[in-house]
């Protein structure tokens, strides 16, 4: 069965740094893409970062560029999102997910298989 067992969320101060890791399992980590995604209360789950299998590709939503970065370690099948500069309004749950192919995308629906979500919450 396949698995994203996420860690690292939790409680900073308004320009802190977090940084999440998403370790997966059951299939070959590098055939596919990866994408960090958050829902806060009352939100919809919006897009924030995707890395393309090989690690060469990344997308980032507007809101977080120049502030957070994904990156992939295949030898350990671990994902990262790595987030500097925190704002109040990065305050959420964070989900990892793992993509039907090799090609990066923001949209959750080319996504097929979820993490159980890490809360990070931005003090002010």
């Known amino acids: 069965q396949d698995q994203l067992v996420e860690s690292g969320g939790g409680l900073v101060q308004a320009g802190g740094s977090l940084r999440l890791s998403c370790a997966a399992s059951?299939?070959?980590?590098?055939?596919?893409?990866m994408g960090w995604f958050r829902q806060a209360l009352g939100k919809e789950r919006e897009f924030v970062a995707g890395?393309?299998?090989?690690?060469?590709?990344?997308l980032y939503a507007d809101s977080v560029k120049g502030r957070f970065t994904i990156s992939r370690d295949n030898a350990k099948n671990t994902v990262y999102l790595q987030m500097n500069s925190l704002k109040p309004e990065d305050t959420s749950v964070y989900y990892c997910?793992?993509?039907?192919?090799?090609?990066?995308?923001?949209?959750?629906?080319?996504?097929?298989?979820w993490s159980q979500g890490t809360q990070v919450t931005v003090s002010s």
């Open positions: 997910a793992r993509g039907s192919s090799v090609v990066v995308t923001n949209t959750p629906y080319a996504y097929g298989y």
């Open positions: 890395i393309s299998g090989s690690g060469l590709n990344t």
């Open positions: 059951g299939r070959t980590f590098s055939s596919y893409a």
